[in-house]
């Protein structure tokens, strides 16, 4: 295992969007157990460092493959296209109506059933995204236009965690 490696190629894994999450899932279990501190006793303190800095490298990488958003961010990034999440909140301005209609049905919305509807529209806005991003980054290999859908994707998918929060308040 090499420090400097990318996630995907320390994952073994084909540098793209899409992934397959049992995949994904049995290659960091496989990792962890072959990087595992206790599996270094033997060997001195040195080497359960080491085995300890692998551990949590392998965990970062399992944590930003596994989030299709944070997959797709860090696809961009890797590309030399940052994605500048806190810099840059410039939208297109349908969007920005989008998201002021959605934040206004939030706030009106005074039963579980409207929040209900209210989180199906966000989960197709999502799941459309996703699709965008899947085509931008893997058939289109453009991650350079992928960069204002994860940022989009990024505004909608906080809303979504309010929303939630929202729905679990009143259930």
């Known amino acids: ?3 400097q490696s990318n996630d995907f190629e320390l994952f073994g894994l084909p540098r793209q969007f899409e992934q397959e ?19 270094f006793a033997a060997q ?16 970062e990488a399992y944590q930003r493959l596994k989030d299709p958003l944070k997959r797709a961010a860090y696809q961009c990034e890797l590309a030399g296209f940052s ?3 806190h810099s840059n909140t410039s939208m297109p301005a349908v969007f920005l109506m989008q998201q002021m209609e ?14 209900e ?10 799941k459309q995204m996703w699709q965008q991003c899947a085509d931008a980054l893997d058939q289109q290999q453009n991650p350079e236009a992928a960069v204002p859908l994860v940022r989009a994707w990024m505004f909608v998918d906080k809303f979504a965690t309010e929303l939630n929060n929202r729905m679990d308040d009143l259930a």
């Open 1 to 3: 295992m090499n420090l």
């Open 21 to 39: 999450r049992t995949a994904l899932d049995e290659r960091w279990k496989a990792l962890q157990r072959e990087a595992h501190p206790d599996k």
């Open 44 to 59: 001195g303190d040195a080497a359960q460092r080491l085995a300890m800095q692998w551990s949590v490298r392998i965990n």
């Open 83 to 85: 994605i500048q999440a």
């Open 102 to 115: 959605w934040r206004e049905a939030l706030e009106e919305a005074s039963s579980l059933t409207q929040l």
């Open 117 to 126: 509807q209210l989180h199906q529209d966000v989960l197709a806005a999502k």
